[in-house]
């Protein structure tokens, strides 16, 4: 009898690593945004993106020295599928993350992140012919109402200037979304019925992306200049490291593992389970959390729930 309950949970254990790596990842990128949030204050976005991008490919490279598998071999539309999902992904998609931050704080950001999934599952269908059923829609209008109800809510200051940088935060955090779902899809086309490795998958997609990031910072070099006198202080050094070590290092390898082992529009209902990791981090940092915003949070993940459980 403990022979076959020891299967059944290897098993279980084995066929659910797509869904355990999006939670994780999912955890990971909650403590991260906490501490981009932070770190906004400081570095403007396409820096921060730059950096985190930087000390993420450090740490892959590491790993994969590590681990011994070097010079994989890889499809040519595979590897194109995989650099244009970190150019979307990565280099767009994280930008306007960061930026979508500094306007709206985390919470917000991660909450309009929960449109990625319906928007994964509609691109998903249109481009990998991933079908979807009444319980699903029914999802996605959960979702859209929960992101809705708290996208919403009423600030304390209501002048012209708060009510500007609301929208441009809101502008930036969709843009953010789009992004992401169209790399997500395009990371699932490639890895899908393949044998590319995740770490290797993490890696190129970051290594286009922060390409991209570097070619964009120079061209605005003269412009905006690299404003990284903050990284001069050994505090903002540490945090910069280990939100990077967390939340793209970790959290884009474990995102790779679930893209590749769980269906596109499953793995981004469970990747975009950030805010339910956030709420307790505010709380914890004794910031005064809503009951709307709670209510919010729970509508949308019980929206992205259906598009799992009732798939």
């Given at each position: 009898?403990?022979?076959?309950?020891?299967?059944?949970?290897?098993?279980?254990?084995?066929?659910?690593?797509?869904?355990?790596?999006?939670l994780?990842?999912?955890?990971?990128?909650?403590?991260?945004?906490?501490l981009?949030?932070?770190?906004?204050?400081?570095?403007?976005?396409?820096?921060?993106?730059?950096?985190?991008?930087?000390i993420?490919?450090?740490?892959?490279l590491?790993?994969?020295?590590?681990?011994?598998?070097?010079?994989?071999?890889?499809?040519?539309?595979?590897?194109?599928?995989?650099?244009?999902?970190?150019?979307?992904?990565?280099?767009l998609?994280?930008?306007?993350?960061?930026?979508?931050?500094?306007?709206?704080?985390?919470?917000?950001?991660?909450?309009?992140?929960?449109?990625?999934?319906?928007?994964?599952?509609?691109?998903?269908?249109?481009?990998?012919?991933?079908?979807?059923?009444?319980?699903?829609?029914?999802?996605?209008?959960?979702?859209?109402?929960?992101?809705?109800?708290?996208?919403?809510?009423?600030?304390?200051?209501?002048?012209?200037?708060?009510?500007?940088?609301?929208?441009?935060?809101?502008?930036?955090?969709?843009?953010?979304?789009?992004?992401?779902?169209?790399?997500?899809?395009?990371?699932?086309?490639?890895?899908?019925?393949?044998?590319?490795?995740?770490?290797?998958?993490a890696?190129?997609r970051l290594?286009?992306?922060?390409?991209?990031?570097?070619?964009?910072?120079?061209?605005?070099?003269?412009?905006?200049?690299?404003?990284?006198?903050?990284?001069?202080?050994?505090?903002?050094?540490?945090v910069?490291?280990?939100?990077?070590f967390?939340?793209?290092?970790?959290?884009?390898?474990?995102?790779?593992?679930?893209?590749?082992?769980?269906?596109?529009?499953?793995?981004?209902?469970?990747?975009?389970?950030?805010?339910?990791?956030?709420?307790?981090?505010?709380?914890?940092?004794?910031?005064?959390?809503?009951?709307?915003?709670i209510?919010?949070?729970?509508?949308?993940?019980?929206?992205?729930?259906?598009?799992?459980?009732?798939?």
């Amino acid at each position: 009898m403990d022979v076959i309950f020891n299967n059944y949970l290897n098993l279980s254990v084995t066929s659910l690593k797509g869904e355990i790596a999006a939670l994780s990842a999912a955890c990971l990128w909650a403590v991260a945004s906490v501490l981009y949030g932070r770190l906004g204050e400081r570095i403007p976005p396409l820096q921060l993106n730059l950096i985190k991008g930087i000390i993420a490919i450090a740490f892959l490279l590491l790993t994969i020295i590590i681990s011994g598998e070097l010079f994989p071999s890889i499809p040519p539309l595979s590897l194109c599928l995989i650099l244009l999902s970190g150019v979307v992904g990565i280099c767009l998609g994280d930008t306007a993350f960061l930026a979508a931050i500094n306007f709206l704080g985390v919470r917000r950001v991660l909450l309009i992140g929960t449109l990625a999934p319906p928007m994964t599952a509609i691109l998903a269908l249109i481009f990998l012919q991933e079908r979807l059923n009444m319980s699903a829609w029914c999802g996605i209008l959960l979702t859209v109402l929960g992101v809705a109800w708290v996208v919403t809510e009423r600030v304390p200051s209501t002048s012209e200037n708060s009510s500007r940088y609301l929208w441009q935060g809101i502008g930036f955090a969709l843009l953010a979304a789009v992004a992401n779902a169209t790399g997500g899809v395009l990371s699932r086309a490639a890895l899908a019925n393949t044998s590319i490795n995740p770490l290797w998958a993490a890696l190129l997609r970051l290594i286009a992306g922060v390409l991209m990031l570097l070619i964009w910072v120079l061209c605005r070099k003269q412009q905006d200049g690299l404003a990284l006198k903050s990284l001069q202080k050994p505090r903002v050094i540490l945090v910069a490291i280990f939100a990077a070590f967390c939340g793209t290092y970790l959290g884009i390898w474990l995102q790779q593992i679930a893209i590749k082992f769980t269906a596109a529009g499953i793995s981004f209902t469970l990747l975009q389970t950030s805010p339910l990791f956030v709420i307790p981090i505010a709380i914890a940092m004794k910031e005064k959390v809503s009951v709307r915003a709670i209510a919010g949070v729970i509508v949308a993940i019980v929206g992205i729930g259906l598009l799992f459980y009732l798939k």
